[in-house]
């Protein structure tokens, strides 16, 4: 295998999918593990074409730095042996994050040492979905409004991670005691990029510290992406975080140097089928309103008591109710949203014996058994928590995109990849709460990008 442009770990699995189209757009061939790899499901996938990029599903977005100290090491160590050009932490592109949940400076710290890097960068703006950096601050678009992060009417209410500061270092200072120094958008301009980048990576009177980078638009972008590049070295990956405004930077220059082609490698239409089966997790507005819209498209939605599904007492029973009622309506070829909520404001009070992550693995035990009992071609997942979870119950263990979804980016149709036959070949949506149009279930159950 010739040595990868980019390895990747992303801390939910509709990260790791949102990185994954990023590069497949553009025709840098990609594949997702769930797990690390063995050497024959590489192959088996790499015959189907040379891979350029290999991405680590994992789930730090909703872990305690306890359990990254226990896990990251070793995900890192594999992804360092894959020898990569850039190895990249795939964080969410609103950054959402907290010291005790999804701590982000933990994982960064945790990079550096296992890559023995002094400073380590940071790249979180991506106009492409309307996600910008500006003098360190961080904005976010909503139904064609920009807001600053900790004014944003969603994620500055996120029920795990919500985002009280805007300015991303004073956000990481929480988090690490590293220092985050920031290369803006107004260092980036002329011939001094080059000297003031390589400042603030090698400067050594700081000690190890991060450098974080404006993404105000697309030219900043491409210039980010050259400076990335520009810090690699042979035989040792560039370990660095952010958004997947990694990939969007990087793909430019890579085609600058004619490394890659540049060309989508995409069907335009996978087809419509019959029926879908979809679960839900995520407690976003945004995904309330998908919900809403393909029950007035015909689909029958199920709604689950959360508190009941997350107890360890109440779990199986509740699960199997909500099991009864979706077979029911998929029996009547009907398509099935399984839903844990509408929307933040309709969050359970967990049970006393609430155990944990038991949403995303009961919902994915839904989904198995709904795609089995009809033997369903497609499926949806959505809320990036509940992805992780989730899709490790249908026993997958890879996932390469099947068609990228221009209008709602981060959430391509991706194929599954499994040692059973049952799932192997079925095509699943992973959908982050904050993404996609009011018709996205709709759209996927009728292959329409």
């Known amino acids: 295998m010739h040595r990868l442009l980019l390895s990747f770990y992303g801390d939910d699995l509709t990260g790791s999918t949102d990185a994954m189209e990023a590069l497949t757009l553009s025709g840098v061939r990609t594949a997702l593990f769930l797990d690390p790899a063995t050497l024959e499901q590489l192959e088996r996938l790499g015959r189907l074409g040379p891979l350029q990029a290999i991405g680590l599903a994992g789930t730090s977005r909703s872990e305690s730095p306890a359990w990254m100290d226990a896990h990251l090491p070793v995900a890192f160590g594999w992804l360092k042996g894959l020898d990569a050009g850039v190895c990249h932490y795939k964080v969410c592109s609103t950054f959402d994050s907290a010291p005790e949940v999804g701590n982000i400076g933990r994982a960064l710290e945790i990079g550096a040492r296992v890559f023995g890097q002094h400073s380590v960068p940071i790249v979180v703006g991506v106009p492409q979905l309307r996600r910008y950096t500006v003098f360190g601050q961080h904005f976010a678009a909503m139904n064609g409004v920009t807001y600053r992060l900790d004014r944003h ?131 976003s507005e945004i995904t309330a309103l998908q919900i809403r819209t393909a029950g007035e498209q015909g689909f029958t939605l199920v709604a689950v008591d959360a508190a009941r599904l997350s107890s360890r007492s109440q779990g199986e029973a509740e699960q199997l109710r909500v099991l009864v009622l979706a077979r029911e309506a998929l029996d009547q070829g009907r398509s099935v949203i399984v839903h844990s909520a509408l929307g933040p404001d309709s969050m359970a009070t967990p049970h006393a014996d609430h155990e944990p992550h038991a949403i995303g693995r009961r919902l994915g035990r839904l989904l198995r058994d709904m795609v089995a009992h009809r033997k369903l071609q497609r499926a949806v997942v959505a809320g990036g928590d509940t992805s992780s979870h989730a899709l490790r119950e249908l026993h997958v263990h890879a996932l390469t995109v099947a068609m990228a979804l221009p209008q709602t980016p981060g959430s391509p149709l991706c194929t599954a990849h499994s040692d059973d036959a049952s799932f192997d070949g079925l095509q699943v949506a992973l959908k982050g709460g904050q993404i996609g149009r009011a018709d996205y279930f709709v759209a996927i159950r009728d292959g329409r990008r």
Request: aromatic share 4%; charged share 15%.
């Open 153 to 283: 009417p969603v994620m500055s209410r996120h029920p795990v991670t919500p985002m009280h500061e805007a300015d991303l270092r004073l956000h990481l200072a929480a988090q690490t005691q590293l220092p985050v120094q920031l290369v803006d958008w107004l260092s980036l301009q002329g011939e001094q990029a080059d000297a003031a980048v390589d400042q603030a990576m090698r400067s050594q009177a700081q000690g190890p510290h991060a450098v974080l980078f404006d993404v105000p638009d697309l030219a900043t972008q491409r210039r980010v992406g050259h400076q990335l590049w520009r810090q690699t070295r042979a035989g040792q990956s560039l370990f660095t975080v952010g958004s997947s405004g990694v990939e969007y930077a990087l793909v430019p220059e890579w085609a600058a140097q004619d490394l890659i082609q540049g060309e989508a490698r995409m069907v335009t239409s996978v087809g419509a089928v019959s029926q879908i089966a979809v679960v839900s997790g995520s407690c």
